[in-house]
């Protein structure tokens, strides 16, 4: 079992002030028990955000920043690439943006509440300044459309993570065949202003849609060749929201829970000498340990050498 925990670290300041408040009995007993291995770091102009990498590794996919194929698979999975193609697929984001004056700035996509309706009602509206640029939009969720056009062959995008909640402007595709998908955005602006979703959304005090992200980008490489592992991979995101939101008490209270559920078993499953690994992701760095044999004094000397959680939380 690997548990990859996103957001262990938080990137806010009230968040980061209250690691040293946590009480994690299970998070300090596994430290004694695992391993650490190699660390991964973070690039800070990269696109792709490490839970993301590590994801994207471990289903044997070749990791290039930016380009990871998310949108691709959806399309896979729904036959669409019978009709087109593996490649030129994106994920478009529904989203409000927030223009402060020397920034804009995203909320989080995932707390706008998007119905199913509302979302097929946008993308009926929208689809036909899409096709004039060339791209195609298919459904996929309350929340994210699939779109296909030559334009997204090989076009790094940023992750939806790395703009939630955060400003936009350091994450925009900037290069020269993009122009006109920032041309279609400035168009869609204006389109949603006054759309009748949007007049329903304000009446009931919910936020606006009033732009769209592209993320997701990329071509799917051969299909890798199975193994014989038999980890499974468990993607942990409950400390995610609190983290957006620099809550304090809720991303403690998030961390409580993941401690005394998910950490307390890879605890049994340790002490029962079964495979256990443990990638606990931050803004700066992935630390992943894992259970290893050992003999009884390097046991007893790791118990002695390892750190508290309050050091390596910080670390990440």
Same mark, same amino acid.
């Given at each position: 079992m690997h548990l990859l925990i996103s957001h262990a670290t938080p990137p806010g300041p009230q968040c980061q002030a209250a690691i040293g408040?946590?009480? +994690?009995? &299970?998070?300090?007993?596994? =430290?004694?028990? =695992?391993? $650490?291995?190699?660390? %991964?770091?973070?690039?800070?102009? $990269? +696109?792709?955000?490490?839970?993301?990498? +590590?994801? $994207?590794?471990?289903?044997?996919?070749?990791?290039?920043?930016?380009? @990871?194929? #998310? $949108? /691709?698979?959806?399309a896979q999975q729904l036959g669409l690439t019978k009709m087109h193609g593996d490649a030129g697929w994106a994920w478009i984001t529904p989203c409000h943006l927030n223009v402060q004056s020397n920034h804009i700035l995203m909320d989080d996509p995932l707390e706008l509440d998007v119905s199913a309706q509302e979302c097929e009602t946008l993308r009926a509206a929208m689809k036909r300044y899409f096709?004039?640029?060339?791209?195609? =939009?298919?459904?996929?969720?309350?929340?994210? #459309?699939? /779109?296909?056009?030559?334009?997204?062959?090989?076009? !790094?995008?940023?992750?939806?993570?790395?703009?939630?909640?955060s400003?936009?402007?350091? #994450?925009?595709?900037?290069?020269?065949?993009?122009?006109? %998908?920032?041309?279609?955005?400035n168009e869609m602006q204006m389109l949603l202003y006054t759309h009748a979703v949007?007049? /329903?959304?304000?009446?009931?005090?919910? !936020?606006? @849609? &009033?732009?769209? *992200? @592209?993320?997701?980008?990329?071509?799917?490489?051969? /299909?890798?060749a199975p193994t014989a592992s038999t980890t499974t991979l468990e993607c942990v995101d409950a +400390?995610?929201?609190?983290?957006?939101?620099?809550?304090?008490?809720? *991303?403690?209270?998030? #961390?409580?829970?993941?401690?005394?559920?998910? =950490?307390?078993?890879?605890?049994?499953?340790?002490k029962m000498a079964k495979p256990v690994q443990l990638t606990l992701c931050g803004p700066r760095m992935a630390a992943t340990l894992e259970l290893q044999n050992k003999p009884w004094w390097g046991r007893i000397q790791q118990r002695f050498s390892v750190s508290s959680p309050e050091q390596l939380l910080n670390s990440l």
């Open positions: 408040q946590l009480a +994690l009995p &299970n998070l300090n007993e596994l =430290l004694s028990l =695992l391993t $650490a291995t190699p660390p %991964l770091l973070a690039a800070p102009e $990269a +696109l792709t955000p490490l839970p993301e990498r +590590l994801r $994207a590794t471990y289903m044997g996919m070749q990791v290039q920043d930016g380009l @990871i194929p #998310w $949108a /691709a698979l959806d096709e004039e640029d060339g791209i195609t =939009l298919h459904p996929l969720s309350n929340g994210t #459309w699939l /779109a296909f056009g030559e334009v997204f062959k090989d076009l !790094p995008t940023a992750s939806l993570e790395r703009v939630a909640g400003a936009i402007d350091p #994450w925009m595709p900037l290069q020269e065949h993009a122009k006109h %998908l920032r041309r279609l955005q949007n007049d /329903a959304r304000g009446a009931l005090g919910k !936020p606006t @849609i &009033n732009a769209f *992200w @592209i993320s997701g980008t990329g071509t799917p490489a051969p /299909a890798p +400390l995610r929201q609190s983290a957006l939101r620099d809550d304090p008490h809720a *991303w403690q209270a998030a #961390w409580q829970t993941l401690d005394g559920t998910k =950490l307390a078993e890879l605890v049994q499953r340790a």
